[in-house]
């Protein structure tokens, strides 16, 4: 552990150190934030995850988390059941979601199962939530409603905004790249639409973004790899590109989110929950995009596949 | 409780059509398969066999009992699974589901009606004691197609079991630890199992892929190409053209499995 | 008695057993790890905070565990019949006793973690090695926590004091003492005792046990940063 001397204060970690439960980050002069508790003088980690330190106030993100829904978020959710007057959806938490028939209907009387049926996949927003979580779901807002087509990828929600990344960097290059229509719910489940092919590639790309969020120059990795895969081009330059990130990858300190959590640290200063806002601005933007899956495609590398299954041997 | 989405499904059913499926196979291709045997000491045959994201124990006791009347110089053999509820979340803990004394069946029938183990052999006593043998399944992780993972385990289990040396001396069990003999077996068995989606037979299903099924066909094949084992699962029929082809593929691909245990 | 520390399979009084845990071990499960410790093989998986049906268990203000303790029929020498029997279920219950102090699950109120502990091969000391694993399980699977309990047992063999029973020692030994503690804290949250203990062997076997947690519960520590630092 490093004892950092923060004027009169103890810190014992940096930020991005990778934490676990019951470790002790500072003593109580800063101010504990998500992911932390007090305990007899001291902070500590109430999760596994990575420090981020601002100012005097400690957070820790966790690498792994279930989904709570909370009023304002954007997500996907998966009709579970039809009742008399609202529609039941799972919405990758352990709380269900309800979307009540007038938020669809107004004042008219329809008949639920012909608009959606069980196995629907919507994108919607979390209107309210009640005291015992209970998400109340509608559909007002740019985009929202069924999905038609394409395919669900889900990850850990707590790594959606690496997947955006800092103003939409990571997203939007992917978008580039495969030419794929694609939306994310803030309760980690994503919705790709595109050629076949790039659909699938898309699919292994956030699951990959998924197992590596914590590493260093994550951006310009999966750049590269999306080139290769889709273009067949294998730039010199970029294997130079590679063994650079890799040698970063060997320090023993993990400069996880590195630059977007520099980011969103400094956009949090003037906004809490400036993160999620950026994460739903480009949300609405990616639905105001047109869908154009006309490129024609290269040679998908077979290698590919061996790549991504190298994180299923434990 | 667990509803598939539409698009998923159709996703899904699309990648088929164009012969492809979502990790990259064609559709008679298997995962990649591992195969471990002698991995719990305290059985005397063991094995942990992954395929894919799939991955199930099976440990082998044997222990002496009773023939059966009608059978009294033969052994016996006993076949039991849990799904374990660590492996799936649809699992429960409770008594055995319907799912998981199906899959025991059917691993059993194999083994069983390939008659690979020599059952003669396990006579102790002719009418009073014969070596009962408990193959115990233990699905831990569920990725899909159970049969096929559960099948090779406990053949892999099989052919590495050793039994205590058994002698009879004042009409008394002797039972000698040091010396074990290896379990006589006299053939092999695999199964290969296959699930219906669109038109096509789709060989190794993943658990996304067994969700949107139409139907399913198990078979267990011998190592002398002899079919001993069938099941037909899933809620819609399958046509005689369909069964055909899932058992002409068969023949090669257990050949493969077998193989694999060899090593 | 020459070299009297010396026990059956050649530990000192204060030793553990070889000792190993691997994090993420299952995919299908929400977290998981896998330990060996001695001849002990024991595999963990957790799922959760998720929905339940059983209602009954369910708090308004908070997330509730759920823990089952399993041995595999192969996992001992004489076969055992499959299914709950009246130790599991008590170390079903003790386990879920040990590990719910460290929990903090008031952001998931209505809501269960399941804990699945499957001993696959049994050697003496499975229910500390259960609870070490399945909290190294909960920290895997995002499961807010004060601490990362663990726990290690201390007995009584030939009128000695000593650290981690092997199946032998517990077999033959005079008395066995299971513990389980937040270490940040010390905080005990398991302690059960059977056998024939002075007070000051209690107090000497508790120090011993407390020990062997400190040790146990580094070597979790490491295999929870392995995870991410492995690549």
Same mark, same amino acid.
């Given at each position: 552990m490093d004892n950092n001397a923060y004027g009169d204060f103890m810190i014992y970690v940096d930020n991005k150190d990778l934490v676990i439960p019951g470790q002790i980050l500072a003593d109580d002069e800063f101010y504990?934030?998500?992911?932390?508790?007090?305990?007899?003088?001291?902070?500590?980690?109430?999760?596994?995850?990575?420090?981020?330190?601002?100012?005097?106030?400690?957070?820790?993100?966790?690498?792994?988390?279930?989904?709570?829904?909370?009023?304002?978020?954007?997500?996907?959710?998966?009709?579970?059941?039809?009742?008399?007057?609202?529609?039941?959806?799972?919405?990758?938490?352990?709380?269900?979601?309800?979307?009540?028939?007038?938020?669809?209907?107004?004042?008219?009387?329809?008949?639920?199962?012909?608009?959606?049926?069980?196995?629907?996949?919507?994108? %919607?927003?979390?209107?309210?939530?009640?005291?015992?979580?209970?998400?109340?779901?509608?559909?007002?807002?740019?985009?929202?409603?069924?999905?038609?087509?394409?395919?669900?990828?889900?990850?850990?929600?707590?790594?959606?905004?690496? %997947?955006?990344?800092?103003?939409?960097?990571?997203?939007?290059?992917?978008?580039?790249?495969?030419k794929c229509n694609i939306v994310v719910g803030q309760n980690g489940l994503v919705w790709v639409s595109g050629d076949k092919e790039m659909e699938n590639i898309t699919k292994d790309i956030i699951k990959l973004i998924e197992a590596e969020a914590h590493t260093s120059g994550l951006t310009d990795r999966i750049k590269n790899k999306l080139t290769l895969i889709i273009d067949g081009e294998e730039a010199v330059e970029e294997e130079d590109f590679d063994d650079y990130f890799d040698d970063q990858l060997e320090k023993p300190k993990l400069q996880n989110f590195k630059d977007e959590l520099e980011q969103e640290e400094l956009e949090e200063k003037k906004n809490d929950d400036k993160d999620f806002i950026d994460s739903y601005k480009e949300i609405k933007k990616q639905n105001k995009k047109d869908n154009k899956n006309s490129l024609s495609v290269g040679k998908s590398n077979t290698n590919f596949y061996s790549i991504l299954n190298k994180k299923d041997d434990y | 409780m667990n509803i598939i989405p539409e698009i998923t499904k159709e996703s899904i059913k699309n990648l088929i059509d164009s012969n492809q499926r979502e990790d990259g196979r064609t559709i008679d291709q298997y995962r990649d398969i591992s195969i471990e045997t002698d991995v719990i000491s305290k059985a005397e045959g063991s094995a942990r066999v992954k395929i894919g994201k799939t991955q199930v124990i099976v440990g082998i006791k044997p222990q002496i009992g009773a023939p059966f009347p009608d059978t009294p110089n033969v052994g016996v053999l006993m076949t039991n699974c849990e799904l374990l509820p660590m492996a799936d979340p649809k699992f429960e803990p409770g008594p055995p589901s319907e799912d998981s004394i199906e899959l025991a069946r059917v691993v059993d029938r194999g083994i069983r009606e390939s008659e690979l183990v020599d059952l003669e052999k396990l006579c102790i006593e002719e009418g009073k004691n014969v070596w009962m043998l408990f193959i115990d399944l233990h699905v831990i992780d569920n990725g899909g197609n159970l049969f096929d993972a559960a099948e090779l385990a406990v053949m892999a289990a099989l052919s590495t079991t050793k039994l205590p040396m058994a002698t009879i001396e004042d009409g008394e069990i002797v039972l000698d630890e040091e010396k074990t003999i290896d379990l006589p077996l006299k053939d092999k068995v695999a199964m290969c199992t296959f699930v219906k989606i669109g038109s096509e037979m789709v060989l190794d299903p993943t658990l996304t892929e067994e969700s949107v099924a139409d139907a399913r066909l198990n078979i267990g094949v011998t190592g002398e190409g002899k079919i001993c084992a069938m099941q037909k699962g899933g809620p819609q029929p399958l046509t005689k053209e369909e069964i055909f082809t899932c058992v002409n593929i068969s023949m090669s691909k257990t050949k493969e499995l077998l193989e694999k245990l060899d090593k | 008695m020459i070299g009297s520390s010396l026990r059956e399979d050649g530990r000192e009084y204060n030793e553990l057993r070889p000792l190993k845990i691997e994090v993420g071990v299952l995919d299908?499960? *929400?977290?998981?790890?896998?330990?060996?410790?001695?001849?002990?093989?024991?595999?963990?998986?957790?799922?959760?905070?998720?929905?339940?049906?059983?209602?009954?268990?369910?708090?308004?203000?908070?997330?509730?565990?759920?823990?089952?303790?399993?041995?595999?029929?192969?996992?001992?020498?004489?076969?055992?019949?499959?299914?709950?029997?009246?130790?599991?279920?008590?170390?079903?219950?003790?386990?879920? *006793?040990?590990?719910?102090?460290?929990?903090?699950?008031?952001?998931?109120?209505?809501?269960?973690?399941?804990?699945?502990?499957?001993?696959?091969?049994?050697?003496?000391?499975?229910?500390?090695?259960?609870?070490?694993?399945?909290?190294?399980?909960?920290?895997?699977?995002?499961?807010?926590?004060?601490?990362?309990?663990?726990?290690?047992?201390?007995?009584?063999?030939?009128?000695?004091?000593?650290? *981690?029973?092997?199946?032998?020692?517990?077999?033959?030994?005079?008395?066995?003492?299971?513990?389980?503690?937040?270490?940040?804290?010390?905080?005990?949250?398991?302690?059960?005792?059977?056998? *024939?203990?002075?007070?000051?062997e209690f107090s000497k076997a508790l120090e011993l046990a407390m020990d062997g947690c400190m040790q146990v519960s580094e070597i979790q520590k490491e295999a929870l940063r392995k995870k991410y630092t492995d690549e």
């Amino acid at each position: 552990m490093d004892n950092n001397a923060y004027g009169d204060f103890m810190i014992y970690v940096d930020n991005k150190d990778l934490v676990i439960p019951g470790q002790i980050l500072a003593d109580d002069e800063f101010y504990p934030g998500r992911g932390t508790f007090k305990d007899s003088g001291n902070i500590c980690s109430s999760v596994m995850g990575l420090v981020s330190l601002r100012n005097k106030k400690i957070r820790v993100i966790p690498l792994k988390s279930k989904y709570v829904p909370k009023k304002g978020d954007v997500v996907i959710g998966k009709i579970s059941d039809v009742k008399f007057s609202m529609w039941e959806l799972d919405i990758n938490s352990p709380y269900s979601g309800m979307l009540p028939a007038f938020e669809v209907f107004g004042r008219e009387k329809k008949e639920l199962n012909k608009v959606f049926d069980i196995g629907d996949v919507l994108f %919607l927003r979390v209107v309210e939530v009640d005291e015992v979580k209970k998400a109340k779901l509608g559909l007002k807002g740019r985009g929202m409603g069924k999905f038609k087509g394409g395919v669900i990828v889900d990850i850990t929600p707590t790594k959606v905004p690496r %997947l955006i990344g800092k103003k939409g960097s990571m997203i939007n290059m992917i978008k580039d790249k495969t030419k794929c229509n694609i939306v994310v719910g803030q309760n980690g489940l994503v919705w790709v639409s595109g050629d076949k092919e790039m659909e699938n590639i898309t699919k292994d790309i956030i699951k990959l973004i998924e197992a590596e969020a914590h590493t260093s120059g994550l951006t310009d990795r999966i750049k590269n790899k999306l080139t290769l895969i889709i273009d067949g081009e294998e730039a010199v330059e970029e294997e130079d590109f590679d063994d650079y990130f890799d040698d970063q990858l060997e320090k023993p300190k993990l400069q996880n989110f590195k630059d977007e959590l520099e980011q969103e640290e400094l956009e949090e200063k003037k906004n809490d929950d400036k993160d999620f806002i950026d994460s739903y601005k480009e949300i609405k933007k990616q639905n105001k995009k047109d869908n154009k899956n006309s490129l024609s495609v290269g040679k998908s590398n077979t290698n590919f596949y061996s790549i991504l299954n190298k994180k299923d041997d434990y | 409780m667990n509803i598939i989405p539409e698009i998923t499904k159709e996703s899904i059913k699309n990648l088929i059509d164009s012969n492809q499926r979502e990790d990259g196979r064609t559709i008679d291709q298997y995962r990649d398969i591992s195969i471990e045997t002698d991995v719990i000491s305290k059985a005397e045959g063991s094995a942990r066999v992954k395929i894919g994201k799939t991955q199930v124990i099976v440990g082998i006791k044997p222990q002496i009992g009773a023939p059966f009347p009608d059978t009294p110089n033969v052994g016996v053999l006993m076949t039991n699974c849990e799904l374990l509820p660590m492996a799936d979340p649809k699992f429960e803990p409770g008594p055995p589901s319907e799912d998981s004394i199906e899959l025991a069946r059917v691993v059993d029938r194999g083994i069983r009606e390939s008659e690979l183990v020599d059952l003669e052999k396990l006579c102790i006593e002719e009418g009073k004691n014969v070596w009962m043998l408990f193959i115990d399944l233990h699905v831990i992780d569920n990725g899909g197609n159970l049969f096929d993972a559960a099948e090779l385990a406990v053949m892999a289990a099989l052919s590495t079991t050793k039994l205590p040396m058994a002698t009879i001396e004042d009409g008394e069990i002797v039972l000698d630890e040091e010396k074990t003999i290896d379990l006589p077996l006299k053939d092999k068995v695999a199964m290969c199992t296959f699930v219906k989606i669109g038109s096509e037979m789709v060989l190794d299903p993943t658990l996304t892929e067994e969700s949107v099924a139409d139907a399913r066909l198990n078979i267990g094949v011998t190592g002398e190409g002899k079919i001993c084992a069938m099941q037909k699962g899933g809620p819609q029929p399958l046509t005689k053209e369909e069964i055909f082809t899932c058992v002409n593929i068969s023949m090669s691909k257990t050949k493969e499995l077998l193989e694999k245990l060899d090593k | 008695m020459i070299g009297s520390s010396l026990r059956e399979d050649g530990r000192e009084y204060n030793e553990l057993r070889p000792l190993k845990i691997e994090v993420g071990v299952l995919d299908r499960a *929400d977290g998981s790890a896998y330990l060996e410790v001695g001849g002990n093989k024991i595999l963990v998986a957790v799922y959760g905070p998720r929905e339940s049906y059983i209602r009954r268990l369910l708090k308004p203000n908070t997330g509730v565990i759920r823990c089952r303790y399993n041995m595999a029929p192969f996992s001992v020498d004489d076969r055992k019949r499959p299914g709950p029997d009246r130790r599991s279920s008590e170390i079903s219950k003790i386990t879920a *006793d040990a590990l719910r102090p460290a929990l903090m699950l008031e952001n998931y109120p209505r809501s269960m973690v399941d804990v699945f502990i499957e001993v696959i091969e049994a050697e003496g000391g499975t229910r500390c090695a259960g609870i070490t694993a399945a909290s190294v399980a909960l920290a895997d699977a995002g499961i807010p926590m004060k601490d990362i309990v663990v726990g290690c047992a201390a007995g009584k063999v030939n009128n000695e004091i000593v650290l *981690d029973l092997s199946e032998v020692e517990d077999k033959e030994g005079q008395a066995d003492l299971p513990l389980a503690i937040m270490p940040r804290t010390g905080e005990i949250t398991l302690l059960q005792s059977d056998g *024939d203990l002075s007070e000051s062997e209690f107090s000497k076997a508790l120090e011993l046990a407390m020990d062997g947690c400190m040790q146990v519960s580094e070597i979790q520590k490491e295999a929870l940063r392995k995870k991410y630092t492995d690549e």
